[in-house]
């Protein structure tokens, strides 16, 4: 084979809802050449400098005083400050430099189109974003390492719900504005713990590449926009291409604030499908971590219900819901690796939902009025969603306890590797 043939289709794509939507969806045969992988793998070795050095910095100063400067940057710009620290004005020069592509309108069409589905755009976001994204076992690494998906894989749900709340609210991707600054301060904890794994000694770097590097950006980057927008329609909404192309910008411009690199910065929901088959073919083999990571994940699902009898049940039935979704869209074959129990029962439950949702969205688009007010009804229903998620755990916006963690200790010579 010659680095300009195309490649085989990678395991991810051949079976499940993935294998369907890419022949309904993708546009046309967008295998990618070795070339192309092999400049993809590039990026692999790559980080984020801009957010390293602030990191640097944050720790150079007294506890606290980095983290509150950077805050106040974030939500009033860098020109608030009174003599910054040249790692605060570097990187804040550049992410206030907003790119000529960005166009606040779409932004917030794309945002719309998301608020539209209410809470049930969250389904993708849990059952194929993260739960798909742990099949990419070198990214699973820096979750591993700081224990923080594993042993609190229900907050970490929460506040990554929070945080796609927040960046998907019409208007809050203005310069200060609160999504804006959550996608800063996330850029910010990925330093933080790309920090953290570098200093231990038992980081593998051959095997896991740069720990929180680019490519794993950018293929988180596509799991909350691609995978989401494939997710909705397998779901049975029907978003209108100008609508898929809004969301496509709006996190086209969130991955840019949040550090990918412009070359992986996906400008169509054609190149999306693109980058996603190299991702595909280059990241999504699983491993025992990628085990351990779904079945917390299904553990945070169960624990939602709350305390009780009528908790337990809600619980159960929110789990088997959760995992139907993901075994449908994932295919046995990773389903069953990563131990999502098979409920025929829930699975089909869910079918007949998606055919009720396709049918009902049918119907919006033909009567008038009836998009702007399922908008408004959606608005109603997460603004309430996060509300019981700020019962169930505390909001921290400023992500203070990720910022603040120590690195882990360095590891003696001959001692056990992570995972």
Do not use: C
């Amino acid at each position: 084979m010659t680095a300009d043939e195309r490649l085989p289709d990678p395991e991810l794509l051949r079976e499940g809802g993935f294998r369907v939507a890419t022949r309904l969806f993708a546009p046309g045969d967008i295998r990618g050449t070795e070339r192309q992988r092999r400049r993809l793998r590039e990026f692999a070795q790559a980080e984020d400098p801009l957010a390293d050095a602030v990191v640097a910095m944050e720790r150079r100063l007294p506890r606290g005083e980095g983290r509150a400067l950077f805050d106040r940057a974030a939500e009033h710009g860098i020109d608030s400050l009174d003599d910054p620290p040249v790692e605060l004005v570097d990187f804040f020069r550049s992410v206030e430099a907003t790119p000529y592509w960005v166009d606040p309108q779409r932004l917030d069409r794309g945002a719309r189109a998301i608020v539209r589905t209410g809470v049930l755009s969250l389904f993708p976001l849990g059952d194929m974003a993260l739960m798909g994204g742990y099949l990419a076992s070198r990214a699973t690494k820096p979750l591993v390492g700081t224990g923080a998906i594993e042993h609190a894989a229900a907050r970490r749900l929460v506040e990554t719900t929070q945080w796609w709340l927040d960046v998907t609210t019409p208007g809050s991707l203005r310069v200060g504005a609160t999504g804006y600054a959550s996608a800063l301060r996330v850029r910010l904890v990925h330093a933080h713990v790309r920090a953290a794994m570098n200093s231990r000694d038992d980081w593998d770097y051959e095997s896991w590449d740069r720990p929180i590097n680019q490519v794993q950006t950018a293929g988180t980057l596509l799991l909350f926009s691609l995978v989401y927008v494939m997710g909705m329609r397998v779901l049975g909404v029907r978003y209108s291409e100008a609508e898929r192309a809004d969301i496509m910008h709006l996190w086209r411009y969130v991955g840019w604030l949040v550090g990918v690199d412009d070359e992986l910065l996906p400008a169509t929901e054609d190149d999306a499908w693109r980058l996603l088959w190299l991702l595909a073919v280059t990241e999504f083999v699983p491993d025992a971590d990628s085990q351990r990571l779904a079945a917390a994940l299904l553990r945070s699902h169960a624990e939602v219900g709350g305390d009780g009898p009528l908790g337990g049940l809600l619980g159960e039935l929110s789990a088997r819901v959760h995992g139907s979704i993901s075994r449908l869209v994932l295919g046995r074959t990773n389903s069953d690796f990563l131990g999502i129990p098979n409920d025929p029962v829930a699975q089909a439950a869910v079918l007949t939902a998606a055919a009720g949702n396709f049918a009902a969205e049918t119907v919006r688009r033909r009567l008038p009025g009836a998009t702007w007010a399922q908008e408004r009804l959606g608005a109603v229903a997460r603004r309430r969603y996060a509300e019981q998620l700020g019962r169930l755990v505390p909001p921290d916006p400023t992500y203070a306890r990720h910022r603040a963690a120590p690195s882990p200790p360095r590891q003696e010579a001959g001692a056990g590797r992570l995972g």
